[in-house]
């Protein structure tokens, strides 16, 4: 079993950042791979990002990119997601997630994750 526990979420002015964190505890040695998603009331639960939990390779949803990014740290067992220049739009409980098979490819749909977090709730303010 793996837990994972996010914080850092909050209320931001938009334009601003915010850094969440995802600690994860447990057989976290099992573990392929981790990513964030993030679900605005009403809507599907989307993919933002994954990385592998050894080698460090990232991989961002559409439009990602730009203003997010994932990394990890491997001796503190926490995975990170830093978010720039925030938008209204980005508002959502934004989820961390785990993945103990290697399927040889990212992974973007939430059914290919084992692990799941509570959710941090993010709110940007116009």
């Known amino acids: 079993q793996v837990q994972l526990v996010e914080s850092g979420g909050g209320w931001v002015q938009s334009g601003g950042s915010l850094r969440l964190s995802c600690a994860a505890s447990?057989?976290?040695?099992?573990?392929?791979?981790m990513g964030w998603f993030r679900q605005a009331p009403g809507e599907e639960r989307e993919f933002v990002a994954a990385?592998?939990?050894?080698?460090?390779?990232?991989y961002y949803g559409d439009s990602m990119k730009d203003r997010f990014t994932i990394s990890r740290d491997n001796a503190k067992n926490t995975m990170y997601l830093q978010m720039d220049s925030l938008k209204p739009e980005d508002t959502a409980i934004y989820y961390c997630?785990?993945?103990?098979?290697?399927?040889?490819?990212?992974?973007?749909?939430?059914?290919?994750?084992?692990?799941w977090g509570q959710g941090t709730q993010v709110t940007v303010s116009s």
């Open positions: 990385t592998t939990w050894s080698g460090g390779h990232t």
């Open positions: 997630a785990a993945q103990s098979k290697d399927f040889g490819r990212w992974s973007t749909g939430t059914g290919e994750y084992d692990y």
């Open positions: 447990g057989l976290t040695f099992s573990m392929e791979a």
